[in-house]
């Protein structure tokens, strides 16, 4: 049995103040016009619609006018009635699914699982409705589920829902906090507060987090690879290696071998050596990707910084590539008979694009976070490293592939796929 949250609930330092004070009820988003309840249920409904706030999160110190015991009591009895409707529909089940929630939050264990025993028969009824994954996910964002909510609320965004009741993305905004996705909640709470026509004290204080929780990255400076590279494990057998500073994530095969390099000089690098190629006569021939990545000054154009690495010659030929979803970057074929001349000779392939800082920096790189369990038996505190964040202004990306004509076919296979679906730049 899932441990109240009493007991096993992660706290950021950064975020107490904020998790404390702020979230929303999405029992507000429930149609009660549709569930069937006796009249004499009305005043406990009223209460519980009207007092949300008081346990539609967990509360360390219970201090409201209204007793806890009461609250439990009333709810109790909601949930009690609802439960022995024999025409239960999506609503009642969305209905008793937050109100076991809501006990939960008020460390009734047992309604831990009622919850989310609700919400799936609510699924079951209603399997394209957005709603229901948006609530187990606020479920299990608020029971220190980080990852399964995360997923659980992607889930309601694929549902692709037409009316969407903007009290979602105050409340993913929420989750994503708990997850340590920063950018994306200040994305979504941006997003509520335009919904509502003014600033909410939602996007004031996610703002006040991202300031602890986000550091510039000061353009001329020198930080070693392990302040600005971090790696992650991925699915398939995927290495992921991403950079907040430089804004790019890189997801290479867990049998390559990589090299990726301070920031010092404005630039920073990330080489990949793929497996080898064998080529028509059997023979095992190596070949590497490179990423550069330079915070340019004011006087170098993007051409300028491709001349660098790709001087103006006849063997220089420009060719259309999408690179990382980007349609309008810079590209060249060279062909080099001079190099590799005991394998066909060079043949490289050379990008470059530039980009701005995006508005919500990091919010491509972001994946939730799975927090260490706390001590049983107490409320257990974890302060979130603070992280550098993108560089302001342009960022030239550099992408070339080295190789020769002898396996040429093979490795722009494996370079294609890779600045396809493997290389994400902000």
């Known amino acids: 049995m899932h441990s109240i949250q009493a007991k096993k609930i992660l706290w950021l330092i950064s975020l107490v103040f904020f998790c404390t004070t702020l979230s929303y009820g ?75 929630h809501y006990l939960y939050n008020m460390e009734v264990e047992k309604y831990y699982q009622l919850a989310i025993d609700n919400y799936q028969k609510a699924l079951k009824l209603s399997p394209a409705d957005y709603r ?23 889930k309601a965004f694929k549902a692709k829902p037409k009316n969407i009741n903007s009290l979602l993305w105050a409340d993913y905004s929420i989750a994503c906090l708990n997850a340590g996705m920063t950018s994306n909640a200040a994305y979504y709470a941006h997003k509520y507060s335009l919904s509502v026509n003014d600033e909410t004290s939602l996007e004031k204080q996610t703002i006040n987090v991202i300031e602890q929780r986000l550091k510039a990255t000061p353009v001329d400076t020198t930080l070693s690879t ?46 990949i050596k793929p497996n080898t ?9 190596g070949y590497s990707m490179l990423l550069l990545m330079r915070s340019p000054d004011e006087a170098t154009s993007l051409s300028d910084f491709m001349d660098l690495f790709a001087p103006k010659t006849d063997n220089r030929k420009p060719i259309s590539i999408k690179v990382a979803g980007f ?27 530039e980009r701005d800082d995006p508005d919500y920096p990091g919010m491509k790189l972001e994946i939730p976070v799975e927090y ?30 080295d190789t020769c004509e002898n396996i040429f076919n093979k490795s722009f296979k494996v370079f294609e796929n890779f600045i396809t679906n493997n290389l994400l730049i902000e």
């Not at 028509?280 to 021939?285: L, R």
């Open 327 to 353: 349609n309008n970057a810079l590209a060249y074929e060279i062909k080099d008979p001079s190099v590799y001349s005991d394998m066909g000779g060079g043949h490289f392939i050379t990008i470059a694009l």
């Open 372 to 401: 260490p369990k706390g001590e049983s038996g107490k409320i257990n505190y974890y302060k979130v490293p603070q992280q550098y964040t993108r560089i302001k202004g342009k960022i030239y990306y550099l992408v070339l592939l």
């Open 277 to 285: 190629e064998k080529t028509i006569n059997g023979k095992e021939i």
């Open 26 to 100: 999405n029992i507000h988003a429930i149609d009660f016009n549709k569930i069937s309840y006796p009249k004499n249920l009305e005043q406990e409904l009223s209460f519980l619609k009207n007092n949300d706030t008081l346990y539609n999160h967990w509360t360390h110190n219970w201090t409201y006018d209204i007793s806890k015991g009461d609250a439990i009591k009333n709810l109790n009895l909601i949930y009690t009635v609802l439960d022995k409707n024999s025409e239960k529909n999506t609503e009642t089940y969305l209905l008793l699914g937050d109100i076991a």
């Open 226 to 271: 392990k302040d600005i590279w971090t790696f992650n494990k991925r699915e398939n057998k995927l290495l992921s290696f991403s950079n907040w500073s430089l804004g790019l994530q890189v997801n290479v095969d867990s049998t390559w071998q990589v090299d990726a390099g301070d920031y010092k000089n404005r630039t920073s690098y990330f080489i």
């Open 132 to 154: 229901v994954y948006w609530f187990l996910g606020n479920h299990y964002s608020l029971s220190s589920l980080p990852v399964l909510a995360i997923d659980t609320y992607q």
